[in-house]
Every structure is written in C-alpha cells, then in structure tokens.
C-alpha cells in the first residue's frame, strides 16, 4: 500500500489468541459444566482496537507510513475485563445470562508477531455453564460494563459506558463515545496515549458442549491517530495545548446502539449500527494531561508527536482539525481540513477501524483569519440580490497580513455541499477568489421562485412528439390498460391525468366515445322522446346533434387547429399542436408541477368545437389513490363500495414554498471555513377547479393559501383566484361571464361561467341526464338511478360522476346529521382543522379501513360566478351527484353538502352554482 508523503492511511490489524477456563461442575437446575472460553481474531478484516496500541506491525517493527499494513494492539493485564452473555447458558443461579472475565496473564507474541495470545478467567467463583446439549450463542463485550481504572495510576476515568443485554429478542450493546476526551503524555513512547476505556469490541459465536468456545473479536469504536510535526521552522519549539476534532456532516461523539446479528454473521455498520437520536456532537475536544514530572513535547520538523481519537462506529467523513499550541506567551491557532490526493479531496474514514494521518505538518509562521457575513433579510418570492463579505488573509509571524485564496460550496438540503451553483442562484455567483485582507462584498441574485412542489417522477414519458403516449390507453395511475397507441382509443374522457413530463396525445373524440376498446354509443343518447331530457342524440358545439360516432372529424367537424385556452402553472405546457385527429402536447420538465389546464380543438375560424382538461399530478398511486367507500345500507349506491378518488377534480398542492442555499466558504489554505444562508420566501396553497352541473369542463381553480384566514367576502373581485397563464407563460385575463344559457355555448366557451338561463339553472332548456343516460325521464324527485357516463361526463377515464347515494356511510343513519352527534361518522367531527374539512371514515362499520378527506371548498355564486365559502369559520363543501330533479320550480340536483356543524348526503341546490366534483370508478 502506497502513502502520500503528508497524509496516508493504514488499516489496523491485530490478532490474539487467549484461552482460559473455570473449574468444571455439575450444577442443580443446569446439565452442564462450565464453559471453557478461548478469545481469538485474525488480523485480517478483523478487530481494529484493542486495549494497547502496541506501536508495532504485522513483523514486530515500529510503525511505518511505507511498510506497515496494521498495528497489532495488546491486551493489558488484570484490568481488561470481558462481559460475555449467552442466551442458552447461564449462572448457577440458573438465570444470570451473563459473567466476567478478566486478562489473567500478560499477552505473549513472540512466537509470532501477528497474534498476541493472554489468558482469561473468571472475576468471581463461577462462570456460565453449559446448559444442556445443542448449539449455544455466546456474545462478549469489552471493556465489561462498569468497569473502572485508573489511567496510567494518575487520572481517574468514568466507569465504562457500554452494556450488553436483549431488547425485543434481539442482543443489542449500546455505548458511549465521549466529546471530551482525555490523553496524557507517555514520554517513554513519544505519544498522547488514548484512554482505551472507551475502545469498545464484541465478538460472537455459536458452539456446543463438545468444543471450547472461540471469541473472535471485533471493533466497535471508529479511530483515528494523528502524527503532529512542524511544517517549517517558524513552528518548531510550540507545544501543543488543545485538539479538537470536527465534522461539517458526520457525527462523532454520543450514544450509540449495535444490533448483534446471529453467529457467524458480523456486524454491518451501515444496517446494525445507529446512533441514539438527538445525543450526538459534531466534535470532539482532547482534554490534554501530563504526569507530574513530565516535559512537554515541543514541536520539530524532524520527529512527530502521536496523538489519538476515538469516535462512534460509523464512517466519518468532512474531517477538520483544530489546534492550539503555546511558545512562552505566544499563541498559535492552526485550523486544518484533513484531504489527500491530487486535486485534494475530503478524507473518509471508515467505520470501525483505526485510521492514520502521518506527517500532519502544523503550517509555519501564518496565523489564519476568515471573516464571512451577508444580509440576514429573506428575499421575496419574485426574486432579489443579496451583498455578502468575505475577509480571506494569513498574517506571517512579523509582517502584515496578505491575501489567500477562498472557495464556495453549496448545498440546498443542509447536508450535501457541492461546487456546483444551483440552479436558483440566476446570476454568476462568485464560486472562488484570491481573498482580501477586508471584507470584500459580493452579490448574489435569485430568481423568481416559480417552481411547484414536485415531488414525482422528472423522467420524460417521450422525448419527441412522434413517440408521444397516448392517454387513451393508459389508466390515470400510468398503467397500460389497453388499445393500440396512436391508432385505437382504448378509454377516452374530458379529463386526463399526467404524472410525468414529456410529450403525450389525445384522440379527438367526445368525451368518453370509447369504453374498453369499443365505441361507447349509449354515450352519446338520450330516449326517443321526452320532456326535461335531451333526446334522441346529444349535442355538439353547434348545438346540432352529434352523430353516434366518436371521433369528431366524422360528425361533420372539421378540426384546423388546436390551442391551450389557459393553464394555473406558468410554462406547464409549452407546446400543443394537431395532426391525424390527434392533439400532441409537451409537458416541461423544467416547470413541471401539480396543476390544471385546457386544451381545445378549433376550426379555422378559432371556434371551439370540444375542449380537454389536463391535469397534472405527481405519485398518483398515492395522490389520487381510489379507496372503497361503503355506503349506508338503508340508502345503498348501484355499486357498494363505490371505488372513490381520494381527492377532487382538478386538486394541486402547488409548492410556491420557501427555499434556501447554503453557501460554505473555505480557505483553501487552512481549512477555515464559514457558512451562511440565502432564504427566499414561498406562498405553499391549494388550488381545486369548479363545476357547473351538466357541464364537462372546470371553472378557473381557486387558490387557498396554507393556513389563511376566511376567504374573501361573496362578492370580492378575484382575491381568492389562481393566475392564469398562456402557453407562453404570460398572464392572461379570464373570460367573463356568459350569458348565453346553451349546450352549444357551454362547448364553445368551455373557461366562462355562464349566468343565464332560467329556474337558476344556467341551461335556457331543462337536461336532467347531461350527467347520467340513465335518465331518460324529467325526474320530480331525485331517485338513485346507477350513472352511465355520458360525452358531458367531467371524469377522467375509468371514473364517473357519483350516484345519488354515493355518500350515505358517512353518516351512521344515512341522512342527514349534526357534528356533534354520533352519528356524524368523521374522524375529526368534533376537531375541525382550520380550513381543512373532514376526514370521513370510508367504512363507518370498521374504523381500521381508513378515512378519505373533504375539504371546505365554498362554491362559485350563479349570478356572478364569484367563490365563496371557502373559510375558516362558517366553511363548506358542496359536492354534486348526478341525480337532478324540481324543487319547487326551480331546475334542481341532489348533492352532498358539509358544513362546519352539520352534513347531508341528499342536499337539494340549483344546478346554476359552480361545484368540486369527486367522482367515482366506472364499474
């Protein structure tokens, strides 16, 4: 193994063989004897601490950076004690699991220098037997818990802080590894000698009765040692007064607890080893002794000082140093990053071995200044420039301080830093300089923070419009369920949900023309004749009919062009465009988040002739997860349970949260190194689309924003709407109301709200079954009829709109109720969250099956179509069926309505109102 001249590593590797017995005997209770213990390791991959660091290697020499491969280190004897517990055996008491053992004789390696072998025996009369025939687990730990010893006959040490015992089945060991630790100086070796109480080991094995058992041991402590000389002339003579160690990422000291897998398996740090939450430090301070009498080592560059540090068992990792030393009345600090190799990059140490840094040469004549500081104000959302400063020098012993160089690390989660600048930093940030012996200033400019809270795939689902996927075969979770892509629509819909980015199509067909692969004609008609219902076939855009054939192109419609009419993220979609019946657009991976859009087919006078609403949402299979819903017994759906979308149409949390960077600035020289923060603020809300019965297409999202207070007044302009944007992410105005009350003007003007109509129904002409073709009469009262989808249908594919008793179990009697009462079957009916809604129990008869949530989410008033209700206090949600009916003489629906005190499944409202919708599959 090869060195740097300046930084290097060796693997320690010792071996020991020990042997040692109690005095057989036939106990009461036990068949067995005692057991005849023999403690043993190979040097190979085997323990790397041991109570002594003998300062030899593997050919019994004195420690080399070029020639040594691993130190073998010593037992000490009389004060090593050993804890060895078994699960079989045990005491003579029959139930003590556990006994000591201690170091009876001084370790012998002359035979071979690669193994030390020592005695062991019991600390008290009996030790554990064997009990019984059959394999028995031994486990041994070192030193043995409560174990306590003076250090070199002078400084008293804490008793040791491990244990060994069973927790849930499983024989675990916890221990400590303290933040102050105590060296003193061995004179004799030319070392601060560690305080080896805390160089924890295990070993297990299995064995039997027939056979001595055989410990192997292995480490349980991460170490460290460094060899401290002068770098240059202007450092010799300095004694060294303090030490610490430091990890901008690893934690070094605290508790820790190991998991001790069956024999022969060893520990895994990665799997077996944890540290106890919220005790761990980031640095470890020597407490630096020295025995009355003793001279103090001063530094020179030809001959080093030994110096040693133990830390948790796990790999450590940004490693830094930080030392004092005194000359007479001067004072040197010298601070250090530990890094090897060319270009120099941060050293690793690996868990549970003992690592060396030789050579480490204290810089000579400089004492190290770094002052960093910047503006602690968050910038706004809409982005900023911040000044920050940054003093970089080194001062020689008699001369003025000069400049020295500085670098920039950045990191966004608080933990990994890189040199990379992210993304949100928009301007050149300044990564690296010369330094200054005063505070330079720098800026910094951060972007608009635009992005979404995306927390879903960014992998592209097609690179190229020529591979884009089509939606019509694929399920709103992904999956492929069928149909030949590009050329037979499998399920088609008004509504699409994407969770990727890349390019996608959509055949130009009405609403869901298609059904499992075949045309889906009872879509499409109404009865023969009738009052109150649209017959015969249903309209298209010119208020015609719409021939029973699914793709538009074949009911007289010629489609010239396609348009994105608005979407709720800016640059969502960036591009649309139409070619053999098909709509291809391109969902952006820059800009990707959860939200809302609408793509229309035109003629070549811009007219819509049908529209699609795209919605984008991350991790579907847990977002939009459908979940069996029961309904109440007495009022039974067509289809119980009802599989039911956890959320409603059009919903996004759409993350416009705060953000941040940490900036770490480093001298290169010394290791010195700052950090500070650039925050920039965020609005996190929610946004959801509305719906006017009847109709296929959403209303412009509303916008809630995380833990606000009540929503603005009815009548309020546009304080609770989301922004618009074009395809080219520019703002746009929202339509205004229409007035016109018609099937043909509902098509063509898919994004306005339409006020007319008459009976406070915004359809001139009364349609009980745009919703459901199962209707085929005007209804006088609303009757549960199962839902058979129409082209009108809102729904993605595969989902509907509810039946009138979709949402009876959420009330124990099926009816309506009060909050207070028990028969309001919520998990939060009497701790309404701010905002929020209710959490209703999916199956009122069995609480363990979960809960789907409600919001409050108001509704859009019919004369205006301005939101309301949308409130802390006073809240609710009105949630639509597709059961419709007279009330009194207005054109009326039945509905699921929730307030902040009561609930009704069979709510009566007028069908002018703007509502969430929350479908349910299509079985």
């Known amino acids: 193994m090869k060195y740097n001249k300046t930084l290097g590593f060796i693997v320690c590797l010792a071996g020991i063989m020990a042997v040692a017995g109690c005095t057989p005997e036939e106990i009461a209770g036990l068949t067995g004897s005692d057991v005849v213990f023999g403690a043993s390791s190979m040097w190979q991959n085997g ?25 073998r280190i010593d037992w000490v004897k009389t004060t090593d004690r050993i804890r060895i517990y078994s699960p079989e055996a045990a005491k003579l008491d029959g139930t003590t699991h556990y006994a000591d053992y201690y170091i ?9 220098p690669q193994k030390s072998q020592a005695e062991i025996a019991c600390t008290e009369q009996n030790g554990l037997q064997w009990n019984g025939a059959g394999t028995h687990n031994f486990y041994a730990l070192y030193p043995a818990p409560g174990t306590a010893w003076k250090y070199r006959e002078s400084v008293t040490v804490a008793d040791a802080e491990a244990s060994i015992g069973v927790n849930n089945s499983q024989v675990q060991i916890t221990g400590t590894i303290p933040a102050t630790q105590k060296v003193i100086w061995n004179n004799t070796q030319q070392e601060y000698e560690a305080n080896m109480n805390y160089a924890y080991m295990y070993a297990s094995t299995a064995s039997t009765r027939s056979s001595n058992v055989a410990l192997s041991f292995h480490p349980l402590v991460t170490t460290l040692e460094f060899n401290i000389k002068a770098g240059s002339e202007n450092t010799v003579g300095y004694t060294l007064t303090g030490f610490k160690l430091k990890s901008s990422h690893a934690t070094l000291a605290g508790n820790f607890k190991v998991t001790l897998p069956a024999p022969p398996t060893q520990v895994d740090p990665a799997n077996d080893i944890s540290i106890v939450s919220g005790t761990g430090t980031d640095e470890i301070n020597l407490d630096i002794l020295y025995d009355s009498g003793v001279t103090a080592p ?130 050149r940030f300044t990564a690296a300089d010369g ?5 330079e200033a720098f800026s910094v400019t951060i972007g608009a923070n635009n992005s979404g809270a995306w927390r879903g795939s960014t992998t592209s689902v097609a690179t190229s419009s020529a591979n884009a996927r089509d939606l019509s075969c694929y399920d709103i979770y992904g999956n492929k369920i069928g149909g030949t892509e590009g050329s037979a629509p499998y399920n088609t819909a008004n509504c699409y949900v994407v969770s990727a980015p890349g390019w996608y199509k959509i055949p130009c067909v009405y609403g869901n023309g298609y059904r499992n692969g075949s045309v889906n004609g009872g879509a ?55 070619s053999n019946n098909y709509i291809y657009f391109y969902v952006d991976p820059s800009y990707i988040a959860q939200g809302n859009a609408l793509i229309a087919a035109q003629l070549s006078n811009s007219t819509v002739v049908w529209s699609w609403h795209i919605w984008v949402m991350d991790n579907p299979a847990s977002n939009l997860e459908t979940k069996e819903v029961y309904s109440h017994p007495s009022y039974p759906a067509a289809n119980n349970p009802n599989g039911m979308l956890s959320r409603n149409m059009g919903y996004c949390e759409y993350g416009v949260t705060s953000r941040g960077v940490l900036v770490r600035i480093t001298q290169t020289a010394s290791g010195l190194n700052q950090t500070f923060n650039i925050t920039q603020e965020g609005t996190f809300f929610r946004k959801m689309v509305h719906y006017q019965w009847g109709r296929k297409d959403p209303m412009w999202p509303i916008r ?126 009497n701790n309404v969250a701010t905002y929020e809604g209710y959490y209703f129990y999916v199956n009122k008869d069995n609480h363990s099956a979960g809960t789907i949530f409600f919001p409050f989410t108001g509704s859009r008033f019919p004369s205006n179509g301005k939101h309301f209700g949308m409130r802390v206090t006073n809240g609710w949600g009105d949630y639509p069926t597709a059961a419709s009916m007279m009330r009194s003489s207005d054109v009326a629906i039945s509905y699921f309505t929730i307030h902040e005190g009561d609930m009704d499944p069979f709510a009566v409202q007028v069908r002018a109102f703007g509502y969430p919708m929350r479908c349910i599959a299509d079985r």
């Open 298 to 427: 001063t530094l020179t560059t030809s001959s080093t000082i030994k110096l040693t540090v133990l830390t948790l068992p796990v790999s450590q990792t940004d490693l830094s140093i930080e030392m004092q030393f005194q000359k007479g009345t001067t004072t040197l600090t010298r601070s250090l990053a530990l890094k090897a190799g060319s270009p120099l990059q941060s050293i690793t140490v690996p868990a549970c071995k003992k690592s060396y840094i030789f050579s480490l040469g204290v810089p000579g004549g400089f004492v190290y200044d770094l002052e960093v500081g910047c503006e602690t104000r968050s910038l706004p959302q809409g982005g900023g420039t911040l000044t920050y400063k940054v003093l970089s020098s080194k001062k020689p012993d008699t001369n003025p301080a000069v400049e020295t160089g500085w670098t920039a690390q950045f990191s966004t989660d608080g933990k990994t830093c890189t040199t990379t600048v992210p993304s949100s930093l928009t301007s």
């Open 435 to 439: 330094g200054s012996t005063t505070p």
């Open 524 to 578: 499409f008609q109404g009865p023969s004749s009738c009052s109150g219902v649209m017959t015969g076939q249903f309209q298209k855009h010119s208020g015609t009919i719409a021939a029973n054939k699914p793709w538009i192109k074949d009911n007289s419609v010629s489609i010239a062009k396609v348009a994105l009419l608005w979407q709720d993220v800016s640059k969502l979609i960036s591009q649309v465009s139409y």
């Open 47 to 71: 323990p790397a601490t041991r109570t002594e660091y003998s300062g030899k290697d593997q050919d019994d020499h004195d420690i080399n950076a070029q020639t040594s491969t691993y130190e």
């Open 704 to 829: 809630i924003n995380s833990g606000s207070s009540n929503t603005p007044d009815p009548f309020a302009t546009g304080q609770a709407e989301a922004p618009w944007y074009n395809i080219s992410g520019g703002s746009i105005s929202r339509p205004g109301n229409s007035g016109t009350a018609s099937i043909a003007q509902s098509i063509t003007n898919p994004a306005s709200f339409i006020t007319g109509g008459s009976n406070y129904c915004w359809s001139g002409t009364r349609y009980d079954n745009l919703w459901n073709t199962n209707i085929t009469s005007a209804q006088s009262s609303a009757v549960q009829l199962a839902v058979k989808k129409t082209i009108y249908d809102p729904c993605p594919p595969g989902y509907k709109v509810p039946d009138k008793n979709a949402f009876t179990g959420f009330s124990r009697t099926g009816t309506s109720c009060q909050r207070s009462s028990n028969d309001f079957s919520a998990w939060n009916k």
């Open 104 to 112: 009876s004789s001084d370790p012998d390696h002359s035979t071979d």
